[in-house]
């Protein structure tokens, strides 16, 4: 199947094009590069550099006989969601209007999309099944949810299905080490904490002590982006064998506190690397936990990269190889 990746030079989308590559199908990749990097996609796969928004993405699709869509395009970061909001409804809620209309225009059929664990807000319990109810804590997870809702109304009144995978905590990096992740500014946890580990910054700074988690920090369900490319595969094949759309929650099931992935890095780099504590940031839910078990259920998933040492590992060695990310 031939499936546009808008997206796929970021983070989670670049690695998704790999394992598309792997299970045969045809990806095609959309970018405008802001926050991706064109050396993150694969030599040979057809890219793009363009906004979803813009007005010939729709021609562009149908022109490439593009069949289904998977959607990671998108600003990400809840603090700065919580400082700029409207940066947040312009680029995720009106850009994805853009998009899924386009996609709609062109006859695509399937849609795979990127949503977050912060459509739940705060929890009433853990582990958080799909069930729960979802009231966001930040914009970002406002905007994320909107989006859902989106794409429910297009499934309901024009037949395009959808599957929206809530992951948790994103980390990682391919075991081959060649790509991984490189935001700038970097605001994720494991990769701040390497960068400590790597002496490219002088401490690691803990934000928040006192939220009701058995050592006062943010407790996290951290998921191997490899773990999470797969989910997408076979959320793909499973629309396009005839499924019907649905949400899934994508997480290891475990949660780990922000003093223990610190206390893991140390163990994995072998570094003793300085810690600082600050106070909380605000949208930052206490404890995030993923219950996967409807994918796993329905769709066959198994997570087998995401223990905590394979995690940090894998996103230590693309650290150490690329040094200075893909300084592009």
Not at 39 to 67: C, T, Y
Not at 179 to 204: C, F, M, N, Y
Not at 291 to 305: A, C, F
Request: glycine share 10%; charged share 20%.
């Amino acid at each position: 199947m031939k499936i546009l990746v808008a997206g796929g030079a970021g983070y989670i989308g670049s690695h998704t094009v790999r394992a598309l590559v792997k299970a045969g199908h045809t990806p095609v990749v959309l970018d405008n590069l802001s926050h991706g990097h064109r050396g993150a996609v694969p030599e040979g796969v057809l890219f793009k550099q363009a906004n979803i928004e813009d007005s010939d993405v729709s021609a562009w699709m149908r022109q490439e006989g593009i069949e289904g869509m998977m959607h990671f395009a998108a600003s990400i970061e809840v603090g700065e969601s919580m400082k700029n909001p409207a940066l947040y409804y312009k680029n995720n809620v009106v850009g994805s209007y853009h998009l899924i209309e386009a996609a709609r225009q062109a006859g695509v059929k399937y849609v795979v999309f990127s949503s977050t664990a912060a459509v739940y807000g705060e929890p009433d319990q853990v582990p958080i099944d799909e069930d729960a109810k979802q009231v966001p804590t930040n914009v970002y997870g406002r905007t994320k949810l909107m989006i859902e809702t989106m794409l429910k109304d297009y499934s309901d009144i024009y037949g395009m299905k959808y599957i929206a995978l809530r992951y948790f905590n994103a980390s990682g990096a391919d075991a081959s080490g060649e790509i991984g992740e490189d935001h700038h500014p970097e605001t994720h946890l494991i990769p701040l904490v390497l960068q400590a580990a790597a002496g490219k910054r002088k401490s690691i700074t803990i934000f928040g002590t006192d939220y009701p988690t058995p050592d006062g920090t943010c407790v996290r369900d951290y998921i191997h982006v490899t773990d999470l490319a797969d989910a997408h595969v076979l959320a793909m094949n499973y629309l396009a064998n005839g499924g019907q759309s649905q949400y899934f929650n994508l997480g290891s099931g475990k949660g780990f506190s922000v003093k223990e992935i610190v206390e893991a890095a140390k163990k994995v780099t072998g570094i003793d690397f300085s810690v600082e504590y600050g106070t909380r940031r605000a949208g930052d839910p206490g404890t995030l936990v993923a219950s996967s078990d409807k994918i796993k259920r329905i769709l066959g998933w198994n997570p087998t990269h995401s223990t905590v040492e394979q995690v940090i590992g894998d996103a230590w060695k693309w650290h150490q190889t690329h040094p200075q990310g893909y300084n592009d």
